[in-house]
T-cell receptor, first 115, second 111 residues
């Protein structure tokens, strides 16, 4: 099974940097995802980390430490449109399942960006 | 790239009534498909996944069922809705590097 923890809410100022942490416990880790979900909308994919280290993609970066069961999403130069929930999700690929990956989502961190 | 369609977008149904939500996928063949439910203020709960036609697995026991009559069609059903079935239902498929792409969702309110 998998257990995922992330803060419920965070507030940050426009133009600033914010780091959203995620810790997980899993029996068979394959990768870690970050998704963004605006209120009332479906989640959209942000990043996928398989190996330890930092993956940078524009204003967003994601870090993974498999040995510590820890990841963070870093958002730079915050904009008002970044106000959303950020979901951490952990995947494990089940053997003999035709490539099915079981993905478990955290409850999400609601980020509010203020002027 | 794949596109996921879901309908209806919103639905209000009385307790005890049946349910049918449809999801279709374009732009990919033989996708892995998923049904999730997101209750208000809660995380995404995986309900069903499918790796092929008529190959459905359930993650949690409930009064819902799923079917996949065609490669790119996934249907979520119920014979009798409960109040606790209210939520945001999302269909998803897997991309080339395991990321999941979500449809626009169906917001279901059971009254």
């Amino acid at each position: 099974g998998q257990n995922i923890d992330q803060p419920t809410e965070m507030t940050a100022t426009e133009g600033a940097i914010v780091q959203i942490n995620c810790t997980y416990q899993t029996s068979g880790f394959n990768g870690l995802f970050w998704y963004q979900q605006h209120a009332g909308e479906a989640p959209t994919f942000l990043s996928y980390n398989v190996l330890d280290g930092l993956e940078e993609k524009g204003r967003f970066s994601s870090f993974l430490s498999r040995s510590k069961g820890y990841s963070y999403l870093l958002l730079k130069e915050l904009q008002m449109k970044d106000s959303a929930s950020y979901l951490c999700a952990v995947s494990e690929v089940l053997l003999y399942s035709g490539g099915y990956q079981k993905v478990t989502f955290g409850t999400g961190t609601k980020l509010q960006v203020i002027p | 790239s794949q596109t996921i369609h879901q309908w209806p977008a919103t639905l209000v149904q009385p307790v005890g009534s049946p349910l049918s939500l449809e999801c279709t996928v374009e732009g990919t063949s033989n996708p892995n498909l998923y049904w999730y439910r997101q209750a208000a203020g809660r995380g995404l709960q995986l309900l069903f996944y499918s790796i092929g036609i008529d190959q459905i697995s359930s993650e949690v026991p409930q009064n819902l069922s799923a079917s996949r009559p065609q490669d790119r069609q996934f249907i979520l059903s119920s014979k009798k809705l409960l109040l606790s079935d209210s939520g945001f239902y999302l269909c998803a498929c897997t991309g080339t590097t395991y990321e999941q792409y979500f449809g626009p969702g169906t917001r279901l309110t059971v009254t």
